[in-house]
């Protein structure tokens, strides 16, 4: 289902791409009231900092990001601005860290090596909040431009599920241990459709004092690698 999405997804940023990049005929009266890149989708490689001893990422942790974003020109050429936003964000990680309901919580173990299984995962789907100071070289007749944007993102988990699928055993719950309110700083920056981002957290994906069963105590953050796409 998610490899549809992603077609589909890829599709509608090549129309639209080639909608807004349309050339402006020669007699257009620029409009002096002109704004950017209110709409944005994203795809990115996401990374687990500071894991437990002996746990490691495998398979292709991704994400996906889109939404809308208001902008707001704060100088007479508009080409400086502060975009506001709302989004949605899906997220999954693979690893080595099994995660397993119990009476008295969730116990996390790494998988042995001895074990079998198929994929191992946290996924999460994230309401997000950004907030962005803007550059570019744009104008209200030019569509093809550098700009570098950079700013804050605020996110909220509003669904955490772990899932882990074996030869013989398949779990699956929604994980009550995420924090599920995310910060972080964001940074895009590119030439005309393909642009460069990065996202790094700012706190932990987990709350304090949640551990794996030997007593080592969750740091991890998340940063987010690869590409932003912006649309008018």
Aim: glycine share 10%.
């Amino acid at each position: 289902m998610k490899r549809y999405v992603i077609k589909i997804l890829i599709i509608f940023i090549g129309m639209q791409t080639l909608i807004a990049q349309e050339e402006v005929p020669q007699d257009t009266i620029p409009d002096e009231n002109y704004r950017e890149d209110q709409f944005y989708i994203g795809f990115t490689y996401n990374i687990l900092q500071n894991r437990p001893s002996g746990i490691s990422q495998n398979n292709l942790s991704n994400g996906i990001h889109l939404g809308f974003i208001r902008d707001f020109p704060i100088n007479e050429k508009r080409n400086k601005a502060i975009g506001i936003g709302v989004g949605y964000s899906y997220n999954s990680y693979f690893h080595n860290l099994k995660a397993t309901e119990t009476s008295a919580g969730v116990s996390y173990e790494a998988i042995a090596s001895d074990e079998g299984f198929k994929r191992n995962k946290y996924r999460t789907h994230e309401v997000e909040l950004p907030i962005e100071f803007r550059w570019r070289t744009s104008t209200s007749t030019d569509y093809k431009f550098w700009r570098i944007y950079g700013g804050i993102k605020f996110g909220y988990i509003f669904s955490g599920v772990s899932k882990f699928v074996g030869d013989n055993e398949k779990i699956k719950f929604q994980n009550d241990d995420f924090d599920r309110f995310r910060y972080g700083l964001t940074l895009s920056a590119g030439y005309n459709t393909w642009n460069f981002h990065v996202y790094y957290g700012l706190n932990k994906l987990f709350k304090d004092g949640t551990a794996t069963t030997s007593g080592e105590q969750f740091e991890m953050n998340t940063i987010k690698v690869g590409l932003m796409f912006y649309i008018l």
